[in-house]
């Protein structure tokens, strides 16, 4: 499956941004997804996690209460709302598609599929 993330870009300090991921060439349906992101000089970080009917979804701490994960499965394309950003939360913002199922949801060596990410830049 092909997976193309947009949305991103440069906003203010407690501004807003809504990530989008559009999945090509496989069963959208079928694949429970993964938002992750790598600040410079930084790890790739897990962010959040979507199953594959959005009954389940999950957070870091770091964006818990301030990112929304959705997804619209007949669109094939998952989502990412941001709200009150952080100049912290600047980073490349990556999508991806459950493939493993040997470790845990965060754990992004359990997800096969990548997209090609998109810049958020939070200015204070």
């Known amino acids: 499956v092909q997976l193309q993330a947009s949305g991103g870009g440069w906003v203010q300090a407690g501004g807003s941004l809504r990530l989008s991921c559009a999945a090509s060439g496989g069963t959208f349906g079928n694949y429970a997804m993964g938002w992750f992101r790598q600040a410079p000089g930084k790890e790739r970080e897990f962010v959040g996690y979507?199953?594959?009917?959005?009954?389940?979804?999950s957070y870091a701490d770091s964006v818990k209460g301030r990112f929304t994960i959705s997804r619209d499965n007949p669109k094939n394309t998952v989502y990412l709302q941001m709200n009150s950003l952080k100049p912290e939360d600047t980073a490349v913002y990556y999508c991806a598609a459950r493939t493993g199922w040997t470790g845990t949801y965060y754990d992004l060596t359990n997800f096969g599929f990548w997209g090609q990410g998109t810049l958020v830049t939070v200015s204070s």
């Open positions: 979507i199953n594959w009917n959005g009954s389940k979804v």
